[in-house]
């Protein structure tokens, strides 16, 4: 269960700030909060914006300390870091990138993070806090130097040595089979980040989804028909391109042919809608298939592919994180998505949403509480700042905090927040 991520030094982000699923104690749509050891967690988080204000980059900042957890342990010791710190200051582009991230794993509540530049981890840090109990540090890593509990973490020991310094230590200890950091890794492995203006990237995992008509691809489907989205059903067929290899096959030419040998043992997988087909009296005579690539729209086939991370992350109880998750969908689909996250009966195992997007009418507090509602912004000094709307003014004075939906539509279309004098 996600409950806070911060970032500092990353990309526009100069300075540290965080995101937090933590509710505040307003009130409102109480129901949709997921409980959990007297702490109620939000299930979605949205974050609004000016184009360029940091929306993405508070998700591609996830995204990219999730990359270097996983990815860790298949550094070369002489590889550099992939690095990307605040440009445009003098000091911050050569000072550490830091990430940190705090979750739930059963009754247990985990703080992990680290600070990096292009050559190494400058610091690595594990602590956890038992329900009713005290934080305790689990370890703490300043370059080669490691301090570490030898009661709490017995899996660190001897092992600081085996750690190349661009290396982290979290992702040595759980490839040797550490226990506890083998949660640590298992909590980045379930959670995903998905871009809303390419759904081609993840069609395939959706499709694939869709092929063995289980419980979970019969919600996807049931989705699609209460959206509304013109067709009956969808068919999911799979073809080897082994068959495709053969000669004198159909529409593929020897150079096609040719092309597709290093995809020999792949499988292709296509989509086809179902259309009901009908005379001039209105009767239907049949159904027509549509292969759903060429013949549906740009927001249909984005559904479409967006279907499988979704119900993926409500069977299982997992994190999205989807930039620009508005784009090219209507609003009410938008709507409907954010609503299967908060509702109990289609989020039974606790999934949560954080997203991107640019559509103000997604500010409806009947959509979203204030404390859901989380607005960017750049200085003029082009650093981005992440501040939740229940933090925002909606007077010069400073006395009265944004309480109506309405206002705030309307102070983000004249871009008029009444912000901290340096912006």
């Not at 296509?270 to 159904?287: A, R």
Request: aromatic share 12%; proline share 3%; with cysteine.
């Amino acid at each position: 269960m996600f409950l806070k991520f911060a970032v500092e030094n990353f990309r526009s982000f100069k300075e540290e700030y965080s995101i937090s699923f933590i509710a505040t104690a307003i009130k409102g749509q109480e129901n949709s909060l997921i409980k959990r050891d007297n702490i109620s967690i939000l299930p979605v988080l949205g974050i609004f914006g000016p184009n360029s204000s940091g929306k993405s980059n508070i998700i591609f900042a996830y995204k990219k300390m999730r990359k270097l957890v996983l990815n860790s342990v298949k550094l070369n010791p002489d590889e550099k870091l992939d690095f990307d710190p605040f440009l445009l200051n003098k000091a911050s582009s050569n000072a550490p990138t830091k990430f940190e991230i705090e979750f739930f794993d059963s009754d247990i509540r985990y703080t992990y993070g680290f600070s990096y530049d292009s050559n190494e981890i400058k610091k690595e840090w594990l602590k956890h806090q038992k329900v009713g109990q005290k934080t305790y540090s689990l370890f703490f890593r300043d370059a080669n130097k490691l301090d570490y509990s030898q009661k709490l973490f017995p899996e660190g020991k001897d092992k600081i040595q085996a750690t190349a310094t661009n290396r982290l230590f979290l992702s040595l200890c759980a490839q040797l089979n550490g226990a506890i950091s083998q949660k640590i890794i298992n909590f980045f492995k379930n959670s995903g980040v998905v871009s809303g203006s390419k759904p081609e990237y993840y069609a395939g995992f959706s499709l694939t989804q869709l092929i063995d008509k289980s419980e979970q691809s019969q919600k996807a489907i049931d989705f699609f028909k209460r959206n509304q989205l013109g067709f009956s059903d969808l068919i999911v067929t799979q073809q080897k391109v082994s068959d495709l290899l053969r000669e004198g096959t159909p529409g593929i030419t020897e150079d096609q042919r040719k092309a597709l040998l290093q995809f020999k043992d792949k499988v292709l997988l296509q989509g086809d809608t179902i259309h009901n087909y009908y005379d001039d009296q209105g009767n239907k005579l049949g159904e027509v298939n549509f292969d759903h690539e060429e013949r549906e729209s740009e927001g249909t086939k984005k559904i479409i592919a967006f279907s499988g991370p979704l119900f993926d992350a409500l069977s299982n109880g997992l994190t999205i994180f989807a930039d620009e998750l508005d784009s090219q969908i209507h609003t009410s689909i938008t709507r409907r998505i954010i609503e299967l996250f908060k509702d109990p009966r289609t989020n039974p195992h606790g999934a949560q949403l954080i997203f991107s997007a640019n559509d103000i009418a997604l500010l409806d507090f009947d959509v979203l509480r204030r404390d859901q509602i989380l607005f960017t912004r750049k200085n003029r000094y082009e650093m981005s700042k992440i501040t939740p709307v229940t933090e925002l003014f909606g007077d010069k004075e400073r006395k009265q905090k944004i309480r109506s939906d309405k206002l705030l539509r309307e102070k983000i279309c004249n871009g008029d927040f009444d912000y901290p004098s340096e912006i």
